[in-house]
């Protein structure tokens, strides 16, 4: 009989894709470019509490393309376990079409094949539409360092990367992602990766991103709803969700419903990791020496393509 953790992960999962036009080019694994253009660059707005900006998408212009999107069955349940990852209950293909800002044409996408030889050559593909739209010496440049604005603290979860969201190149922006956007003080690999970011690569712009319909994040609101399991630290993943789980329990979200106690719980996981990369004497002394090192909480909302700031920015002027 599987586990009440279980069942109630299971039930999260199961939320309807609502997808865009332009498939059938992506599941043939044909590239798309737009023939319409767009210079002005995007940037999101951290400006203003509960501010959303979306990546601009465009529809084919060829509409004898477009096409419905095939999808496979629902994946089955792994076997019960104190915590246990939600698979996506359908693969989908969607457009991602987003403008670059430094381009004059919008980014090449194709649905990912699963062999060794088709990747490599979609990375073939993507290499010369880089050197054609960004100069043939873009790699070269590259080359010789990096110079990223922003360092993301983000969801492993691949429907959000963090590049393409964010209509960035190569360069731009400085990663750490993990399960469930987590940044426990206890872990070197997350302060190693804040530590270089700000005192080797001078970054002055870190943001805690969760997204909805995280699967971590559904996993923890499960197990906090029934008692933790003697074994419950056994594993990796039961440890690294523990922080997260006790949160959930805190929280006390049993009385609203599970979508809504979903979206609260990654939320407030945002700002228990905005809170936590304020405490570390990177952050800290960054401020005491002046730095203009600004730490932020975002969500990106899956079923919209959006970025939503959470109005929790901390600077050096708004905390010392």
């Not at 039930?11 to 044909?30: F, I, K």
């Not at 980014?107 to 100069?135: C, D, H, I, K, L």
């Not at 959000?160 to 922006?173: C, L, Q, S, Y």
Request: glycine share 6%; hydrophobic share 35%; charged share 20%.
């Amino acid at each position: 009989m599987p586990s009440r953790a279980l069942l109630i992960a299971a039930a999260v999962r199961q939320t309807t894709t609502q997808c865009t036009p332009n498939s059938r080019s992506l599941s043939e694994g044909r590239p798309y470019r737009s023939k319409h253009t767009n210079s002005t660059p995007w940037h999101p707005n951290v400006n203003s509490p509960g501010t959303s900006t979306s990546v601009a998408k465009s529809r084919h212009p060829d509409p004898s393309l477009e096409g419905p999107l095939s999808s496979s069955p629902p994946s089955s349940p792994l076997p019960a376990s104190h915590i246990h990852l939600p698979s996506p209950s359908s693969p989908v293909n969607f457009d991602t079409q987003g403008t670059h800002p430094h381009r004059r044409h919008t980014y090449p996408v194709r649905a990912m094949q699963s062999t060794p030889q088709r990747m490599f050559s979609g990375n073939s593909e993507w290499r010369s539409f880089v050197e054609q739209e960004m100069g043939p010496d873009f790699f070269k440049d590259l080359a010789k360092g990096q110079s990223p604005k922003l360092l993301w603290i983000g969801c492993a979860d691949s429907r959000v990367p963090e590049t393409i969201v964010m209509a960035a190149k190569p360069g731009d922006i400085f990663v750490h992602r993990n399960i469930a956007n987590q940044f426990h003080l206890s872990d070197d690999s997350a302060r190693s990766v804040l530590t270089y970011a700000v005192d080797n690569l001078h970054v002055q712009t870190i943001a805690v991103v969760g997204h909805t319909k995280c699967g971590g994040a559904a996993a923890c609101l499960g197990a906090s709803r029934q008692p933790a399991p003697p074994n419950a630290d056994e594993t990796a993943l039961g440890r690294w969700l523990g922080p997260m789980t006790e949160l959930a329990r805190e929280l006390d979200l049993d009385t609203i419903p599970d979508d809504e106690a979903l979206d609260k719980l990654v939320e407030e996981n945002v700002k228990a990791q905005v809170a936590n990369v304020i405490k570390t004497d990177t952050v800290q002394n960054a401020w005491k020496n002046g730095k203009d090192v600004t730490v932020h909480g975002w969500v990106f909302e899956i079923e919209h393509g959006k970025i939503r700031d959470l109005g929790i920015s901390a600077s050096k002027d708004t905390v010392m």
